[in-house]
């Protein structure tokens, strides 16, 4: 193995770090000034934020509002995808689910250039 591979490797993964910590950084503070959804042209730059929300569900709440042990087998471990498969599927209720989850808002930042 070549000794300057291995170090250029983690030079360019320490750097790769820097970067993604900046990043997320930028990221943040762009989020922070727009709580809401919003999309709008700055010079040649198009920012578009989309708030999408999330369900959180406790895993004992869930257990407890499901009853039925065939039907926690179809849930076993929570998964947002399966519990919306149960419910769109009329297998299950929003009623059934109340009080098992709280709901999370997670931006997703689009930013463009013309």
């Not at 490797?9 to 727009?34: A, G, N, T």
């Not at 004992?60 to 087998?73: G, N």
């Amino acid at each position: 193995m070549d000794f300057n591979k291995l170090a250029r490797y983690c030079e360019l993964k320490e750097q790769h770090k820097r970067l993604e910590d900046e990043l997320e950084s930028v990221r943040k503070d762009i989020v922070s000034m727009y709580p809401d959804s919003a999309e709008l042209r700055i010079n040649e730059y198009t920012l578009k934020i989309i708030y999408q929300e999330k369900r959180q569900f406790n895993d004992h709440l869930l257990f407890e509002a499901l009853p039925d042990p065939e039907l926690w087998k179809n849930v076993s471990k929570v998964d947002p995808a399966k519990i919306s498969a149960l419910l769109k599927a009329d297998i299950i209720t929003s009623d059934m689910l109340e009080g098992t989850y709280s709901t999370i808002r997670s931006p997703y930042v689009y930013v463009t250039k013309l």
